[in-house]
């Protein structure tokens, strides 16, 4: 009970200090209850542009966003069975996963989700990080402006690593996923799969022994799910083959039942 209360009371620190923060929003009216309250205080993070925060704000933040996770419940890989050669699925949400690194279907700004509350991983991710991961990105982004140009965009299939922040997971891998406008093509399919291959790369070089793959592409980015379920498996069971002993697990995560039945046919 003592915890709880502590708990409404960083969320309404949060709350007022978020809305202080902002400029359109200064004059909010804050409702009474937990969850408006939740959604008020998701939302103005959502919108904040990456820029310093007050440390003992931040403090506060990372204790509640911490305190949040494990009310979610934290999930270990000793809870995650195996199916085969090192490869597992995992069905819900991402950042409850206590892995070396999770991934992020980003867009190629790199910034994460803009739009209040909405319901893509990107959002999901930033949210439960907190603001330092925006920061960080942002920090990210403008070295590589310095080397490559003022309109520089990541690259489909060119991986970014941050730190995890409050997530379980200790690492972040960001990935912009091939987006399919009229139809599947297969440069596309190729670049989902350097997607994959690429990312796992990047987990060999950084001693990153888990790694949990969201369906990259295939929610507003339209890449067929059955289709990229397969591609998934392929790459992935062909790199770990190729690279014994470099990486111990991949899960593939999983929100769609329908993405869930894919993995289970091709896995079994």
Request: hydrophobic fraction near 40%; include cysteine.
């Amino acid at each position: 009970m003592a915890e709880k209360m502590i708990q409404e009371q960083r969320l309404d620190t949060l709350v007022e200090a978020f809305k202080a923060d902002s400029v359109q929003y200064k004059e909010l009216q804050t409702p009474a209850d937990t969850e408006s309250k939740r959604r008020i205080l998701r939302s103005l993070m959502n919108i904040r542009m990456p820029r310093k925060m007050n440390d003992s704000l931040l403090k506060v933040q990372d204790e509640y966003l911490r305190e949040r996770i494990r009310e979610n419940g934290i999930v270990t890989l000793a809870e995650i069975p195996v199916i085969r050669n090192g490869m597992s699925i995992w069905q819900g949400d991402i950042t409850r996963l206590a892995v070396d690194a999770i991934v992020n279907a980003a867009n190629s700004q790199m910034l994460g989700c803009f739009v209040p509350m909405h319901t893509c991983i990107d959002n999901c991710i930033h949210t439960f990080a907190g603001v330092q991961l925006r920061a960080e990105c942002n920090r990210q982004m403008n070295q590589f402006r310095i080397r490559y140009g003022r309109d520089y965009e990541q690259p489909t299939a060119i991986p970014m690593l941050t730190d995890g922040y409050n997530l379980p997971a200790k690492k972040i891998i960001h990935i912009v996923g091939p987006i399919v406008e009229d139809r599947l093509t297969p440069a596309l399919e190729k670049d989902l799969a350097d997607c994959y291959r690429n990312t796992l790369d990047l987990c060999a070089e950084h001693g990153l022994r888990s790694v949990a793959f969201c369906c990259i592409s295939t929610g507003v980015f339209h890449f067929p799910n059955q289709r990229a379920a397969e591609i998934a498996v392929k790459t992935v069971s062909r790199w770990l083959d190729d690279h014994t002993g470099q990486v111990d697990r991949v899960i593939f995560n999983v929100f769609k039942d329908e993405d869930k039945t894919y993995y289970e046919e091709l896995l079994q």
